[in-house]
């Protein structure tokens, strides 16, 4: 807590931890030599172990076939697919060259990765092997990779990709000389000399270089490319995993001999990658595919001690029937991600483990308030949490000017985690990044005297659904392509398991008025899958603004009282 009583709205918390001031390479090399058979990763339901010494290993391995493919600092390859060891191997191999990874969401409709490929001038994709309709849609992106024979892997609607590498079609007849590898083949490319250039370029980074690349949603809905450095993923996650918030002493977080269970798939999330490389602590990996048995049944048997979740996944979990009988006995703490958890959830959660904490932050700038089990009760109970340490956090009002306590604003952060950019996207990086530095987020937030902030609300129109930003106006524009529509609004209604759940609302041309169903119909296939809407409603007007907008304020009344939310 603040040290002083606040009266305006700004805090700066002291780091009480030192930078680390290696690139992600370089410290999975120092702990690779400090934990060389300690178990870095498991791989749950691929029923897969990897020390420290092998993930390193297997990383360069990959590092040195990407060499002899010709890929070097500042290139980009994408991947697409669900948590398997490949996407780590992967992800490791291009941190230790300046390769950015571009983690494809497997919500992405093909049309959002071939746009975003070629928008980013991506050489190269990854195929995971899982989920079992991947490489339908990798035939959608690249007709040419079901039927090629020539010589070299060429497509016309991508035209940057050089080769594909494919750990999902193991009975392909796969042949390097038509650009297209198996994983295994793939990793048998590089050869010694390419292994010493590995080590040379891994040695020879940065710490502020580019590391890694993870998607936002935009205002039209396509997604933002932010791209971070070593510096900030590494010393982001050095606060997360010094007992959830450094700065609070007295708490016993055993990180060392911790086993981190990653509920979060690896495109959306950092901590299930990082937190090793910061702690020597074990990674429990539950994907490819959520289930809440699988959750319990490997919190159990892996000993987890610490983990992250959704809140979605968080409510499947204590509402599963058998949920008594499984040992949670080493679990000591959990952290829920993506939405403020409701106190009936966060009460059945605490029976299961020991402490329950929730976190918020962006894209942007990663983790920036944390909740603590030796918070005050009544921040506790208000959902209150505080800034990291390192972090300096304002609340301005309509012109910008820093607001009293306890007045609701404009959230502004600015520290050693915020991103770099949004890569070939100069414009949109200073809409939200000023001069001074400061990341404008478009929450709505109080502080209070103390320092804690609450969030209030968005100035912008995301709705976050399993911890995902999901644009309204991606759903909107292509409701409006259906013929019987005359009007749509998309709106958050809050949904106690996902956070927030897709509500379509619409005027239609009452001579054929459309089934709900016909409208999840016709979006499927158009938009992000989470972006399907769960509820349907017809309206007959929309209530507007003084300005003439449709006021979603307004709708959200009118359809919460329609639905008996």
């Known amino acids: ?40 990763f498991v791989f749950y339901v691929d029923k897969e172990r990897f020390t420290f010494k092998q993930m390193k290993e297997k990383s360069q391995q990959f590092a040195a076939a990407l060499i002899s493919k010709g890929l070097k600092k500042g290139d980009t390859i994408a991947i697409w697919g669900a948590n398997h060891s490949e996407w780590i ?44 309709n ?14 090629t024979s020539a ?58 270089d580019p590391c890694c690349m993870y998607f936002t949603s935009g205002s039209t809905g396509m997604p933002k490319p932010t791209v971070h450095s070593h ?26 001999s911790g086993r981190f269970m990653a509920g979060i798939t690896f495109s959306g999330g950092l901590f299930g990658v990082f937190l090793p490389l910061i702690r020597g602590c074990t990674t429990i990996v539950l994907y490819p595919i959520f289930d809440a048995e699988i959750m319990a049944e490997a919190i159990q048997n892996e000993r987890v001690t610490h983990g992250i979740a959704m809140i979605h996944q968080i409510h499947d979990l204590v509402n599963l029937p058998n949920i008594e009988t499984y040992d949670f006995s080493n679990f000591k703490l959990m952290c829920i991600g993506g939405s403020i958890i409701p106190y009936e959830l966060q009460q059945k959660m605490n029976k299961l483990v020991q402490y329950t904490t929730i976190n918020f932050g962006m894209t942007e700038s990663m983790i920036l308030f944390l909740g603590h089990p030796l918070d005050p009760q009544d921040k506790l109970d208000d959902a209150a949490l505080y800034p990291v340490g390192g972090l300096e956090t304002k609340i301005v009002d309509e012109n910008g000017r820093i607001a009293p306590v306890g007045t609701v604003g404009e959230l502004h952060v600015r520290g050693y985690s915020m991103f770099k950019y949004y890569m070939y996207d100069d414009v949109k990086t200073k809409e939200i ?133």
Not at 231 to 256: I, K, P, Q, S, Y
């Open 1 to 40: 807590m603040a040290a002083k009583k606040l009266t305006k709205s700004y805090i700066h918390v002291p780091r009480k931890h030192p930078f680390i001031g290696l690139t992600v390479g370089q410290q999975l090399y120092k702990m690779a030599d400090k934990y060389p058979d300690k178990e870095m």
């Open 89 to 132: 191997v992967a992800y490791y191999a291009c941190m230790q060259l300046g390769v950015l990874l571009v983690p494809m969401r497997l919500e992405f409709p093909s049309s959002t990765v071939v746009a975003l490929m070629n928008k980013l001038h991506c050489k190269a994709m990854i195929l995971t092997r899982s989920p079992s």
């Open 134 to 147: 991947l490489v339908e849609s990798a035939y959608e992106c690249f007709p040419e990779f079901k039927n």
């Open 151 to 208: 010589d070299h892997f060429k497509s016309a609607s991508c035209p940057d990709v050089e080769f594909i590498i494919t750990c999902c079609v193991p009975t392909l007849n796969l042949s390097s000389k038509r650009g297209v590898y198996s994983y295994d083949e793939f990793m048998t490319l590089g050869n010694e000399t390419d292994m010493d250039n590995v080590i040379e370029v891994g040695m020879s980074l940065d710490m502020d």
């Open 231 to 256: 510096h900030a993923m590494l010393n982001n996650t050095v606060v997360f995993g010094f007992g959830f918030r450094a700065e609070v002493e007295n708490f016993d977080c055993d990180w060392d």
């Open 433 to 565: 990044k000023d001069h001074n530095g400061w990341i404008h987020s478009g929450d709505l937030a109080v502080m209070d005297k103390d320092g804690f902030i609450r969030i209030k609300g968005r100035i912008k129109e995301y709705i976050i659904k399993e911890g995902l930003n999901l644009a309204p106006a991606e759903l909107e524009s292509v409701l409006y392509k259906h013929q019987t529509v005359h009007a749509a609004l998309v709106v958050g209604l809050p949904d106690e398991r996902v956070g927030e759940e897709i509500c379509a609302c619409l005027r239609v041309d009452k001579t054929d008025p459309p089934t709900e169903e016909e409208i999840r119909e016709f979006c499927r296939g158009k938009v992000n899958v989470k972006l399907i809407p769960k509820h349907v409603i017809f309206l007959d007007t929309f209530p507007v603004t003084a300005t003439g907008k449709f006021s979603r304020i307004e709708v959200i009344e009118i359809v919460t009282k329609k639905l008996n939310l």
